[in-house]
């Protein structure tokens, strides 16, 4: 079993930065694959950042590229999601979600574990 608890949202303005983090719980946090996703309001969840077990890879979706930045520390257990230029756009909820296998995955099917969620409001 993993529990995994976000924070860092907030109220923020367009161009603002913000660090959301992602706690998690047990021993083996390190073996699992770990992704970011967001809802918005009326929308469907969507995938915005994956990292492999190891940090050695990173994926993000095209509306965040270049823009947010995944990382992880395993010694600490958490897994960092680094947003830079925010835009009205990302206004949502963001959960951070871990799977055993190793390849990084886009479908919430896919991801055997979730957090209750932080939000964010970016305002213009």
């Known amino acids: 079993q993993v529990q995994l608890v976000e924070s860092g949202g907030g109220l923020v303005q367009a161009g603002d930065s913000l660090r959301l983090s992602c706690a998690a719980s047990g021993r083996t946090f390190g073996t699992y694959t770990m992704g970011w996703f967001r809802q918005a309001p009326g929308k469907e969840r969507a995938f915005v950042a994956g990292?492999?077990?190891?940090?050695?890879?990173?994926y993000y979706s095209d509306s965040v590229k270049g823009r947010f930045t995944i990382s992880r520390d395993n010694a600490k257990n958490t897994v960092y999601l680094q947003m830079d230029s925010l835009k009205p756009e990302d206004t949502a909820n963001y959960y951070c979600a871990a799977r055993r296998g190793s390849a990084i995955a886009g479908q919430l099917g896919e991801y055997d574990y979730w957090g209750q969620g932080t939000r964010i409001t970016v305002s213009s």
């Open positions: 990292i492999h077990w190891s940090g050695s890879s990173t």
